[in-house]
């Protein structure tokens, strides 16, 4: 009954979030106990969904997860995490940059997964900041690729610690999407050593553990595994890999 509460509760959130149009013509159908306006407004949504799950008995819960309208428009299943949502590929600028994306980009439609990169989705008058926040809705994992993009030192040290870095958009989305999914459902991707030197890793990540790009393409096993793990992939297709 716990889980199926929890099941009830994403569903809701997720109707929310999707279509509010959808929400007023057929939630009301099911439970006289949703008050629509109340589910659309973001600050009152979680407090209110756990409230009124609680007030449904089983067979209204039941009634919620099976309904046949939910799952033709959405095409729902509970065991399922992602639903419709995809993976966003968080980049860099430069060849480096370029080289991960493409790699990625064919992992993902070996897996089957979709996928989102920033610069190529539609700006619709959009500044960069609301274009990422808005298209990262759609998203249920961030993958973070640390390229060779930048290199940087302490103000104070000579030339030879400068060290490769990546660009500062994908420090700032690492953080970001690490806050909006949590962390286990944020991959990183770091570019192999390059003369001798790894790419530095932000202060406030330490302990995270990073998979290396190595040529040998270990990293997309492990890639899949922690998809896997996250229940992103349901199963992994390791003929592809």
Not at 92 to 119: H, P, R
Request: negative net charge; hydrophobic residues 40%.
């Amino acid at each position: 009954m716990l889980e199926n509460k929890k099941d009830a509760s994403k569903l809701i959130d997720i109707l929310c979030k999707k279509n509010v149009r959808w929400l007023r013509d057929n939630i009301l159908n099911i439970s006289d106990k949703l008050e629509v306006n109340t589910l659309i407004d973001p600050d009152k949504r979680n407090i209110y969904i756990e409230e009124i799950v609680g007030k449904m008995s089983a067979s209204e819960i039941n009634d919620l997860l099976n309904h046949d309208s939910i799952k033709f428009e959405l095409n729902y299943d509970v065991e399922k995490k992602a639903l419709d949502k995809k993976i966003f590929i968080v980049h860099g600028n430069s060849q480096a940059a370029e080289n991960a994306i493409t790699n990625v980009e064919l992992f993902c439609k070996n897996q089957n997964l979709e996928y989102i990169i920033l610069k190529r989705e539609v700006n619709k008058g959009r500044t960069i900041i609301e274009k990422l926040i808005e298209l990262a809705d759609s998203a249920c994992y961030a993958i973070i690729l640390y390229t060779n993009c930048d290199k940087g030192r302490k103000h104070d040290e000579d030339d030879d610690k400068l060290k490769y870095r990546a660009r500062q958009n994908v420090v700032f989305e690492h953080g970001f999407f690490t806050a909006k999914l949590g962390r286990g459902n944020v991959c990183v991707l770091r570019e192999s050593e390059i003369e001798d030197t790894v790419i530095e890793q932000p202060s406030d990540n330490s302990g995270v553990v990073y998979i290396e790009m190595d040529t040998a393409g270990l990293w997309k096993k492990n890639l899949a595994e922690e998809l896997e793990a996250a229940k992103i992939l349901s199963k992994i297709n390791y003929k592809v890999l």
